[in-house]
């Protein structure tokens, strides 16, 4: 009797156990039985892209080892707001980047609402890599068309770009914004958090927080200007005189105009697209974080647009949006890039948003269609050679991407 009685009191503190466990675990397991097929293994991972839609959701799609891409269960995720519509496809309202950005931690991750003026914050469940709408979520973007976000610590800086053509408010300006993000994934309105109106018409692009330095860089695309600022832990942000781009680069009568902005990580080196000359371009900056023009490079492509480094600095991936290529740099000697490969991408449509994978193994592009309800939405896999970092793209890729509206276009691009 006595062995007896212990052993149901080991089944009991068993199944306790087991329970507490399974309810840690959440409500996304109990929805498919056991939860083992929705876990992820150690080489998966999640991308993640934004509908842009009339409703916007987020899109979440598990990376197996080949590269190839499986829709997420529960996806897509609603951001509780709306897209951007442009039936006219003109430059401007889709030229933006960091549009779905994820934090340091890998926590959260954050998308705009660029037709409904809010941000989108989810919770990132670690296990299988669905999310999690944070309490509140969508919160104000603090101005009109909300296009780039970029992060540092818990501050959060917001491009509200002022191009939507649903949105033609009378006096409206571009804004870019400073709040801060609590520990549950709120965005909430600091004493010092700033408020700071832009050129009417001047395409503000890109928030990019230059690593873990005190600057924040945008490309005004239609106003042909590269601005920085000071980021103050408080919120604080102060503008730098904006810097129009040499007009030494200029080819015969056309001016060179920027999008694409990326740091370096490991240098004081800055490299900017030139998009309507083909061409890259290199600064520096100084101790205010003024922007400083060093050189250009060639670009074999055309439309040079979005870039991204390597977590060593050592290789520089571009976007050539009008020749839907993507180039690769060996940036070992950061000041001085040299073009290695540049790479056509299959099916329509045009290149535009694009992500390192955490294990630098793959490379992520958005494609957008061109016309209305022409094909070229989709996702684009390459694989990065462990050598030379140069790309093939995956059999597997591109991944389509459905929209409901037939002049919808996805964008961002995030990975975890």
Not at 28 to 50: C, K, M, P
Not at 70 to 85: D, H, M, N, R, Y
Not at 376 to 389: F, R, S, T
């Amino acid at each position: 009797m006595k062995i007896s009685a212990y052993h149901r009191v080991i089944v009991a503190s068993l199944l306790a156990t087991t329970l507490a466990l399974a309810a840690q675990l959440g409500p996304s397991h109990a929805q498919t039985g056991d939860g083992s097929d929705d876990i992820l293994r150690r080489f998966e991972h999640v991308v993640y892209t934004e509908t842009n839609d009339i409703t916007n959701a987020v899109l979440a799609f598990r990376r197996d080892d080949e590269g190839r891409l499986t829709l997420l269960p529960g996806a897509p995720f609603s951001t509780g707001g709306k897209g951007v519509i442009d039936p006219s496809f003109k430059l401007g309202p889709f030229d933006t980047d960091q549009n779905v950005v994820i934090d340091h931690d890998r926590r959260l991750l954050f998308a705009v609402n660029s037709g409904s003026n809010s941000i989108a914050v989810f919770h990132i469940r670690p296990h299988d890599g669905s999310l999690e709408p944070a309490r509140g979520s969508p919160f104000p973007s603090g101005g009109t068309n909300p296009v780039s976000i970029g992060l540092r610590g818990d501050q959060i800086v917001i491009i509200n770009q002022d191009l939507d053509p649903a949105q033609n408010a009378p006096g409206a300006s571009p804004r870019i914004v400073t709040r801060h993000v609590t520990g549950d994934g709120r965005i909430v309105k600091f004493p010092a958090d700033t408020t700071i109106s832009l050129s009417v018409g001047s395409a503000p692009s890109q928030a990019l927080t230059a690593n873990n330095r005190p600057f924040v860089f945008d490309a005004q695309f239609l106003g042909g200007r590269l601005a920085s600022y000071r980021l103050s832990p408080n919120g604080l942000l102060v503008a730098n005189p904006p810097q129009p781009l040499p007009a030494s680069e200029s080819v015969g009568a056309t001016a060179p105009l920027p999008l694409g902005l990326w740091a370096n990580p490991n240098a004081r080196t800055l490299y900017v697209g030139f998009v309507t000359v083909n061409k890259l371009g290199v600064y520096t900056w100084d101790e205010d974080g003024v922007p400083i023009f060093e050189r250009t490079v060639a670009n074999s492509g055309t439309a040079i647009c979005w870039l991204r480094t390597n977590r060593a600095g050592t290789r520089l991936y571009t976007v050539n949006t009008g020749s839907s290529t993507v180039s690769v740099y060996d940036t070992t000697d950061p000041d001085e890039p040299k073009e290695i490969q540049a790479i056509h991408t299959s099916g329509p449509g045009s290149l535009f948003q694009l992500a390192l994978d955490p294990t630098e193994r793959f490379l992520y592009v958005i494609g957008q269609r061109g016309s209305h309800a022409a094909p070229g939405n989709a996702l684009h896999v390459l694989a990065v050679d462990e050598e030379d970092g140069t790309l093939t793209e995956v059999p597997s890729s591109p991944m389509p991407i459905t929209l409901q509206s037939p002049d919808a276009r996805p964008q961002g691009v995030a990975v975890f």
